[in-house]
């Protein structure tokens, strides 16, 4: 069993930066792909961005591309989310996910799933 904590959430003016952070309960090996999602009042959770272990392939949402940058830490049960040019729209909670079976766009793919943590921006 693997448990995720995510934390450096909080409230921004637009144009800011935050930085989360994922941190895994054990060593993950060298097949847990980490991702976020995030969920914003009365909509579906969607997808952000995903990472392999060994941080060579990412994949992101055409809405992030560009602003946000998904990396693993040292070891490798670390997954940060650096979110630069931040905007009113990416208000929500960021919730991290973990599998043993790749990254993928699909909530489903993903076995292990954080508490969540708010990013709030305000115009």
């Known amino acids: 069993q693997v448990q995720l904590v995510e934390s450096g959430g909080g409230s921004v003016q637009a144009g800011g930066s935050l930085r989360l952070t994922c941190a895994a309960s054990?060593?993950?090996?060298?097949?847990?792909?980490m991702g976020w999602f995030r969920q914003a009042p009365g909509k579906e959770r969607e997808f952000v961005a995903a990472i392999t272990s060994a941080g060579r392939n990412k994949d992101y949402a055409d809405s992030v591309k560009g602003r946000f940058t998904i990396s693993r830490g040292n070891p490798a049960n670390t997954s940060y989310l650096q979110m630069n040019g931040l905007k009113p729209e990416d208000t929500a909670i960021y919730y991290c996910?973990?599998?043993?079976?790749?990254?993928?766009?699909?909530?489903?793919?993903?076995?292990?799933w954080g508490q969540g943590t708010q990013v709030t921006v305000s115009s």
């Open positions: 996910a973990g599998s043993f079976r790749g990254i993928a766009r699909t909530m489903s793919q993903y076995t292990y």
């Open positions: 054990r060593r993950t090996g060298i097949s847990f792909a």
